[in-house]
């Protein structure tokens, strides 16, 4: 019985500040935009960048020293490859980056809203690991392993729920933004695409119309069908989480 109770415990925890939603959301915002970038590569490098930046910024308001680079699994888009299985794989995103780039920008008004909402909530799992005293210490072998633990039980719990509400919400928002598009492509490609330190802040300073999308999403986050969908992902999480380590 053990199991079942640790399972259906789901313990409070505080929510993620006004300022670290604003972060997340301005780094969400670059990685969607990527959809756009004409450039091979870079539009791969822009969205890890800003995934990371969303994971460093939640590691530090949490007091955690560490580089962010020991919970590489959270952000980055699959495990380390040996060399020539990354040579293989650049080649072949090169050969086909016309089609892949086409395909992400005719299903942009879907994908839009769920990039940034898989960002949103892997910054919010994050914190919430954080907050329970999970991700600490100076093993950085056993960090790892917790964050591709935590990285796997947040993809399954994504793709089990039906966030057709969430999407839906953050598209609302963004639509009461002008010229939104152009503006986080110009504001990725000039603030995230060399340097890790200027993401870092650009992602506590967005500007413009950027900032204007920000506040827009938290905006929308605070409606109450959306902060119950919130919960339930907190609780599926925990759930995933707790049945894994009791397995």
């Given at each position: ?222 409606r109450p069908e959306v902060v119950r969908l919130l919960e339930e992902f907190d609780r599926r999480m925990d759930a995933r989480l707790a049945t894994v380590r009791t397995a």
């Open positions: 019985m053990t199991t079942t109770t640790s399972i259906l415990t789901f313990p409070t925890v505080p929510e993620p500040t006004r300022g670290l939603v604003r972060e997340w959301t301005a780094c969400a915002l670059v990685r969607a935009a990527t959809r756009f970038l004409p450039v091979p590569l870079l539009d791969d490098a822009v969205a890890e960048r800003a995934t990371r930046v969303a994971v460093s910024r939640t590691l530090r308001g949490q007091g955690r020293a560490y580089p962010v680079t020991v919970l590489e699994p959270l952000y980055a888009d699959g495990s380390r490859r040996g060399l020539g299985r990354r040579l293989r794989r650049v080649v072949r995103k090169m050969l086909l980056f016309p089609v892949r780039k086409y395909t992400k920008v005719i299903t942009a008004v879907h994908g839009v809203p769920n990039d940034v909402a898989r960002v949103l909530l892997l910054g919010r799992a994050t914190h919430r690991r954080l907050a329970l005293g999970e991700l600490t210490g100076d093993d950085r072998p056993a960090l790892r392993d917790e964050a591709t633990e935590l990285r796997a039980a947040y993809e399954k719990v994504v793709d089990e729920m039906d966030l057709k509400l969430l999407r839906g919400a953050i598209s609302d928002g963004l639509s009461e933004v002008k010229d939104l598009t152009g503006a986080v492509v110009s504001y990725g490609r000039r603030r995230f695409a060399t340097d890790t330190a200027e993401a870092e802040r650009a992602a506590q300073e967005p500007e413009g119309a950027v900032a204007e999308g920000a506040e827009q999403v938290q905006e929308v986050l605070a």
